[in-house]
């Protein structure tokens, strides 16, 4: 599962608008939309499931669907957190484990996608990979609970910390992946790596 948000020059990655400005910023969030869903379609691991916020008529969700055969769901829930366990309610329904990963860490890599499979095929109860800003750019489970989505500050410098104490709390065998870098701010961009023109 990726999760997604549609870009809008004004709205979309606003903490890169004064070094990009509205229109880059959009752009930006636009490539790493693409990026990410092609380089799972790269590393030949699942189909994708694009979950999409607040539409999935977008440019870019209808260019990953038509190009890279993903599909489309509408994301659900009152904030992050919940839209996050709603995502995973519906997904554990139909397959033994899910991944989730954001769309704003194109530096993950087809090693960390196959390590999180790996783990979670093994038996393993959850995965996750803490970002550099102390959030996490993917999480996976192979059950679902409210506990890991419900009153965690999300865009906090705590959310991977609290998220791993949770799992810690549950006595789950938890997986944690190499660290890697959102790209959220303008001191982010110094680690952007080269993404296709689309």
Known sequence: ????????????????????GDEGAAALQKKMIIHIVKKINLCNLSPVDLFCTPTMDAPVFRYCAETY????????GADLGMRMYHAFEQALEEHPWAILIGSDCPSTQCSDLRG????????????IGPAADGGYYLIGLRSNNRSLFAGIPWGTQQVFALTEKVMKTLAWDVRVLPVRRDIDTPQDLAYLPELEQQ
């Open 1 to 20: 599962m990726v999760f997604a948000r549609a870009p809008m020059p004004g709205a979309s990655k606003t903490r890169l608008i004064p070094a990009l």
């Open 69 to 76: 055969r993903a599909r489309r769901v509408l994301q659900v």
């Open 116 to 127: 999180a499979l790996a783990h979670l095929q093994a038996g393993g109860d959850a995965v």
